[in-house]
Nanobody, 118 residues
């Protein structure tokens, strides 16, 4: 049973930082691409950052230069460092795992709330 458990969300003031972490179990970690998605109230879920099994990264335009995704193949974790946070970053953030070959093998975490407010 593959499980993804997010942590690190919370309330932060504009301009502040948060680090989200996703702990992965039950899967061969290195064979998956990992993404952080977010969903704000009334909006569709969107991909924020992606890191491939080979370590290549991609970011949604609005977070480029502010967010950094990383993976630790030894600890089976995927982190999202978020700096210079803005109110529009407020959302529930979800961790996603997608197999590098069989894309039908896809898993989601339960989500963690990030609120950026003064």
């Amino acid at each position: 049973q593959v499980q993804l458990v997010e942590s690190g969300g919370g309330l932060v003031q504009p301009g502040g930082s948060l680090r989200l972490s996703c702990a992965v179990s039950g899967a061969i970690f290195r064979l998956y691409h990992y993404g952080w998605y977010r969903q704000a109230p009334g909006k569709q879920r969107e991909l924020v950052a992606l890191i491939t099994s080979g370590g290549n990264t991609n970011y949604e335009d609005s977070v480029k230069g502010r967010f950094t995704i990383s993976r630790d193949n030894a600890k089976n974790t995927v982190d999202l460092q978020m700096n210079s946070l803005k109110s529009e970053d407020t959302a529930v953030y979800y961790c996603n795992a997608k197999h590098e070959v069989n894309g039908r093998l896809q898993y989601w975490g339960q989500g963690t709330q990030v609120t950026v407010s003064s």
